[in-house]
């Protein structure tokens, strides 16, 4: 497992859901999650992981998919879930490059 990141809720453990989504930065494809690959579109629901809190402190991992093709750049985008399943008009409240797969491995 490799945690790129991590979100802290400001208000500690609040019951929020978050979930997080990656874009390679170059071609702009985005993970599917469900089906592991990069895609061009895929459904904006398959496109979200779930963030799992760490017991109740409101400190939410952003943990990079396993199968995430390494040697790109990514951008890592979390928001924040306001209805019952991942919307395109959930706010976002962090968002960063990174590159997977660098020199030293990861």
């Known amino acids: 497992m490799y945690i790129v990141d991590t979100l802290y809720d400001a208000l ?9 989504r990656f874009i390679e930065a170059d071609t ?4 599917d ?4 690959e990069l895609a061009d579109l ?3 629901e398959d496109q979200a992981i779930t963030l799992v809190e760490v017991g109740v402190n409101g400190q939410f ?3 990079v998919p396993t199968n995430l093709p390494k040697g790109h750049r990514y951008d890592y985008v979390v928001s924040q879930m306001d209805g019952s399943e991942p919307a395109n008009t959930d706010d976002i409240k962090k968002q960063r490059t990174f590159t997977h797969g660098s020199i030293f491995g990861f």
């Open 12 to 20: 500690g453990h609040t019951g929020n859901s978050y979930y997080s």
């Open 28 to 31: 702009g494809q985005i993970w």
């Open 33 to 36: 999650n469900v089906n592991e």
């Open 42 to 44: 895929p459904d904006y």
């Open 61 to 63: 991992p952003v943990v």
